[in-house]
C-alpha cells in the first residue's frame, strides 16, 4: 500500500535530530487521556533515559561495531522512519530489535513492514538465529504488524496501565510460532 517513493539506507549522523525527533514523537503516543501522574513521570523516564543512552548520539552507538546497525527510511531527502539492531543482553546469537517507528503522516503505508524487510534480511546476514524485542501493549498497531510477521509473544510483563511484551521470531527457515 506505499503510494510514495522512500529509500532505507544506514544512519548517517546528519540523521541524528530527526531521528530523535521521531523517536519522541512514537514513544509520546503512549501517552492516553486519563492516565496519572505516575503513568506520565514513568513515561517520561523512559524517553530521557533513552536519549541519555543509545539516542544521545545513534550514529555512534549503532554504527560502532560489526553486530549493530540502525536504518532510515527517507522521501524527498528527509527522514520518515527508523529501525535498530543490536544484540540481545548476553546473547550474542540473538537480535534486539529497537527504535522501529515511522513519523505520525507516514504511518499504516507501508513504511514499517519495509523497515522489517530489510532489519530482518541483515539479521539472518549477520548470523542471528532470532530476533527479539520490546514493546508495550498500548501500540496496538505494531503489536499486531508484529504478530503479522511471525512474532510470537514469550513473555508478557504487567506495567502501570501498559504491559511490557516480549516477541521473538526465529530465523531458521521453517521454524515458525503457531
Not at 30 to 41: A, C, K, N, W, Y
Not at 52 to 69: C, L, T, V
Not at 112 to 123: G, S, T, V, Y
Request: hydrophobic letters at 40%; charged letters at 35%; one cysteine or more.
Amino acid at each position: 500500500m506505499v503510494e510514495f517513493e522512500f529509500t532505507i539506507r544506514p544512519l548517517e549522523q546528519r540523521d541524528t535530530d530527526r531521528v530523535r525527533n521521531i523517536f519522541v514523537a512514537g514513544h509520546a503516543a503512549l501517552f492516553r487521556p486519563g492516565d496519572s501522574p505516575e503513568v506520565q513521570r514513568l513515561v517520561t523516564e523512559r524517553i530521557e533515559k533513552s536519549l541519555q543512552e543509545d539516542m544521545r548520539d545513534p550514529f555512534a552507538y549503532y554504527r560502532s561495531g560489526s553486530r549493530r546497525m540502525f536504518w532510515v527510511a527517507e522521501t524527498d531527502g528527509g527522514v520518515i522512519a527508523t529501525g535498530a539492531m543490536e544484540p540481545w543482553q548476553d546473547d550474542d546469537g540473538v537480535g534486539r530489535l529497537r527504535r522501529v517507528s515511522v513519523a505520525g503522516e507516514y504511518r499504516r503505508r507501508g513504511v514499517a513492514w519495509r523497515m522489517m524487510d530489510c532489519i530482518e534480511k541483515w539479521a539472518i546476514e549477520s548470523g542471528y538465529r532470532a530476533i527479539r524485542l520490546d514493546t508495550a501493549d498500548r501500540f496496538e498497531e505494531a503489536v499486531a504488524m508484529y504478530r503479522a510477521r511471525g512474532y510470537g509473544l514469550v513473555e508478557r510483563t504487567p506495567r502501570l496501565r501498559a504491559d511490557s511484551l516480549t516477541f521473538e521470531k526465529l530465523m531458521a527457515p521453517g521454524q515458525e510460532y503457531a
